[in-house]
């Protein structure tokens, strides 16, 4: 599993008694770090995506992101953001991986494969759906030339996104693996 990804008590603990779930775990993370675009989930009234699955956990509302399409998820196991872009809905780590810097007012913008945020500090951009850093530090203006030099020999970390389900009544739901 990489160790970007946050787990709970309750997935430890479930590991601890159930080490066939882990090993699933284990499996999804390594699909997932290959590039599949699975996050996210699209808003439609017809029902046809729900909850009701015991892992998923619901964290709002789609009506919560009418204002304003970022919102902050503090939940028992961390902070998160709930990002709304165009029909589809995202869960992502509150922070961004270069400088911690909270992404509740980035900048959300369609990247190259889709929905995207751009981190409002250093400009590091990340795919919504799966993560992966578009453009790491860029240095566009005199702060960022000076942020993106103290990151320069960094390695990109992916941003941690979580998978997305949305109910008949917009309720949003994830689970964290």
């Not at 290959?34 to 009506?63: M, T």
């Not at 165009?86 to 929905?115: H, K, R, W």
């Not at 993106?148 to 992916?158: C, E, F, S, T």
Request: with cysteine; charged share 25%.
């Amino acid at each position: 599993m990489s160790s970007h990804h946050r787990r709970g008590i309750g997935d430890i603990l479930s590991d601890e008694l159930d080490p066939e779930r882990a090993s699933g775990r284990e499996a999804r993370a390594k699909t997932k770090k290959g590039g599949a675009r699975d996050g996210g989930a699209q808003f439609d009234a017809s029902g046809s995506r729900g909850g009701g699955d015991e892992k998923w956990l619901k964290v709002g509302n789609v009506r919560e992101l009418d204002e304003k399409p970022i919102k902050a998820l503090i939940l028992a196991n961390g902070n998160f953001c709930m990002v709304k872009y165009g029909s589809m809905v995202f869960i992502t780590a509150c922070n961004s991986t270069a400088y911690q810097y909270p992404l509740i007012d980035g900048e959300l913008f369609e990247g190259a494969m889709g929905a995207a945020i751009r981190s409002p500090l250093d400009g590091t951009e990340y795919d919504l759906a799966t993560g992966e850093v578009l453009k790491w530090c860029p240095q566009d203006n005199m702060m960022r030339k000076l942020l993106g030099g103290l990151k320069k020999a960094v390695n990109p970390i992916p941003l941690p996104v979580y998978p997305t389900k949305i109910n008949e009544d917009g309720d949003v739901f994830t689970f964290f693996v």
